[in-house]
């Protein structure tokens, strides 16, 4: 389905196109098609039940801003990655295409010439040179640059309690590893919710649904023992994070978390679809995950306790390590990429047509109408945040989700902030953002999230699921320590020698 503008709107948008392209470009054509010199075609997943109607306000809107005519396929989330592979099968490729990560199918693509290399290119555009470097570099295929990625929270770890526990059982929050201990016997052993039935625990943690490195509870712990997240240096040299003392030590502390009884039983099995139901229903009262989570669980009191609801949740960041220091667990910093095939953007003179197009959606006057939607109708102003209009559209609403997808974001969030309803909740979302930023000092990024080794891509799923199956396997008592140290080894013996000799001959050529 696409939505396109009138064609009355081609002319004038066509002109301001023009004008910005030539700016952007030197002085070069615009485009060797003069009659679609102001249209870039995208293709861009819709997340609602129903793609945006053709020239919707939003839609209107961002031609307005960015001076060209976007006529967009929409494709239904659930089934963009197919869609994806058959687009750039086929004969009919759209100059933009959102790219939902990078897989190998597109690194397979990229490194084979059938997107643009945009490495040298966007430093020409003020709105597409990022202030994330390192994101920008944890982006790219071994260092070059193959579409504009957008941007998420770098910072989203948390640790979510209890509040109400807590000032039962008269803690502060906790501030180191061994703070969280603590704080996780307490809520196990001493009757937090009053009851006189010792049927509470600690820390809730599922069954995680990704391997090793995949951001579970057990992988941020490891961060903060100072491991590394995921890759890490030593003595000059990147290697999984997996293979050096760190790892071991913080396994053994996960370890003992269970093996005292701080953990709920079931973190085997338990179904991380139903995460939040043990604290809400207080079982548990401890989850590390990402910040949001603790605003959907607010909002769940919100609906049982309207009149308490801000008594039960508290959140602090990442936990200061046995080492004293404070290592931060941050994401990738972002979700995809707009990627420009080279099918269908054949000239220099139309990728820079293309980007400029690009550079005009990630000014903030397009990130507001990309993350907010239209003033008056979707939000409303109230000193620098948006506010909900309430009665409007559902399909507008649903839209705004639609059409943040080819938001960028590249240096920072391009719209307005929301305002939450309550007072309550505003306070803990304001608090969150500051310890995010705070956090941020410290954050330890993946420093070979950049390179694609050849024998991971073929046997990375099943050399991940060694160690991931082990570590479970060690903090259950199945295994013990050298059966642990053992299946290091066999991961290297399996393909892992080889695959860290391959990620340093990459970087060492990126250097």
């Known amino acids: 389905m696409k939505a396109r503008s009138p064609h009355a709107r081609r002319v004038a948008a066509g002109a301001l196109a023009c004008l910005t392209a030539l700016a952007l470009a030197g002085c070069a054509p615009v485009a060797s098609d003069e009659a679609d010199g102001d249209t870039v075609t995208m293709m861009v997943p819709y997340l609602a039940t129903s793609a945006p109607s053709d ?71 003020p709105n597409l040179k990022t202030t994330f470097p390192e994101v920008q570099q944890a982006a790219s295929i071994n260092g070059r ?32 590893t061994d703070d969280l201990k603590a704080v996780a016997r ?8 009053g009851n006189g039935i010792d049927d509470t625990y ?67 099995t338990f179904d991380s679809a139903n995460w939040n139901e043990p604290f809400l229903n207080g079982k548990g009262g401890i989850i590390v995950d990402v910040h949001s989570r603790a605003g959907v669980i607010m909002n769940l009191f919100k609906e049982s306790d309207p009149d308490n609801f801000a008594d039960y949740v508290d959140i602090t960041g990442n936990l200061v390590g046995p080492d004293g220091e404070l290592h931060a667990h ?45 003033e008056g109708v979707t939000y409303t102003l109230e000193g620098d945040r948006a ?4 009665d409007a ?34 306070e803990l979302d304001d608090r969150r953002r500051a310890i995010e930023a705070s956090d941020l000092e410290s954050a330890v990024y993946d420093p070979a999230a950049a390179f694609v080794s050849e024998t991971y891509t073929a046997q990375g799923a099943q050399l991940d699921t060694i160690i991931s199956d082990a570590r479970l396997q060690y903090i259950a008592g199945q295994i013990d320590r050298d ?17 860290i000799a391959e990620i340093n001959e990459l970087a060492a050529d990126a250097r």
Not at 345 to 371: C, Q
Not at 421 to 426: A, L, S, V, W
């Open 202 to 268: 600690g820390l809730i943690i599922p069954k995680w649904p990704g391997a090793i490195g995949t951001n579970s509870p057990y992988d941020v712990i490891e961060t903060w023992y100072g491991a590394g997240n995921r890759w890490t240096e030593r003595t000059g040299k990147l290697v999984p994070n997996f293979t050096t003392d760190e790892w071991l030590d913080a396994v053994d502390y996960e370890k003992s978390l269970i093996d005292e009884g701080l953990v709920n039983p079931d973190y085997a």
């Open 186 to 193: 307490a809520f196990s052993e001493s009757d937090p919710d």
């Open 387 to 390: 506010a909900p209009v309430p």
């Open 145 to 176: 640059v193959f579409g504009v990625f957008r941007g998420r929270d770098r910072m989203r770890t948390a640790v979510i309690l209890r509040k109400d526990w807590l000032k039962k059982v008269g803690m502060p929050l906790p501030r180191t």
């Open 55 to 125: 020239d919707n306000p939003i839609h209107t809107a961002l031609e307005e801003v960015v001076g060209a005519e976007l006529d967009i396929t929409w494709v239904p989330n659930s089934s963009y990655g197919d869609r994806t592979n058959i687009t750039l099968a086929g004969d009919d490729i759209p100059e933009v295409m959102v790219i939902q990560g990078k897989d190998p199918g597109f690194v397979q693509n990229a490194r084979a010439g059938a997107f643009w290399d945009l490495t040298e290119h966007l430093d020409d555009y």
């Open 330 to 374: 941050p994401t990738t910093g972002y979700y995809g990429f707009l990627a420009i095939p080279k099918a269908a953007v054949r000239t220099e003179d139309d990728l820079r047509r293309v980007l400029g197009v690009l550079d005009e959606l990630n000014t903030p006057e397009a990130g507001a109408i990309l993350n907010n939607g239209i």
């Open 483 to 499: 059966g642990l140290i053992a299946a290091i080894e066999r991961w290297r013996s399996s393909g892992g020698d080889q695959v």
């Open 393 to 426: 559209p559902q399909s507008l609403t649903d839209d705004v989700a639609s059409y943040s997808q080819i938001g960028m974001n590249v240096s920072g969030y391009r719209g307005h902030p929301p305002l939450l309803p309550t007072q309550q909740e505003q």
